[in-house]
């Protein structure tokens, strides 16, 4: 009996979300469109590492967008947009109506950032 390949997701993007201390890291495959993304791995990384983890990605072929206070997004290659344009238009609302301390909403672009 033949027994099928075993084919591993292929992590794409990695999402990086800042905490007071720590960084939420979800490596994840986003195949073709942001309605397919899959969480392949999750893990909590100190935040002092966050510059080091983004500077690896940089120097292995990962396009880098960096948002503070909230976090960064790498891509492998180029990035992909991750949005519709509804939902663009509804991110940028909520952080209208919720600003963030810190956060330039103006130098976002919210089909990639946040």
């Known amino acids: 009996m033949k027994q099928a390949a075993i084919t ?3 992590i794409t993007r990695i999402d990086f979300a800042l905490t007071s201390d720590l960084v939420v890291v979800n490596k994840i495959d986003d195949g073709t469109t ?3 993304a899959v969480v392949v791995d999750s893990s909590i990384k100190e935040r002092a590492k966050l510059d080091e983890m983004l500077s690896w990605c940089e120097a292995n ?3 880098v967008r960096r948002y503070f206070p909230l976090g960064a997004r790498a891509w492998k290659g180029q990035p992909r947009v991750i949005r519709t ?3 663009i238009r509804k991110k940028h609302a909520d952080l209208t109506n919720h600003p963030v301390d ?3 909403l103006h130098a976002l672009d ?3 950032d946040c």
Do not use: E, I
């Open 110 to 112: 919210l089909a990639y």
């Open 85 to 87: 344009r509804d939902q």
């Open 8 to 10: 591993r997701p292929k």
């Open 34 to 36: 942001a309605r397919t």
């Open 61 to 63: 072929g990962w396009s």
């Open 102 to 104: 810190g956060l330039q």
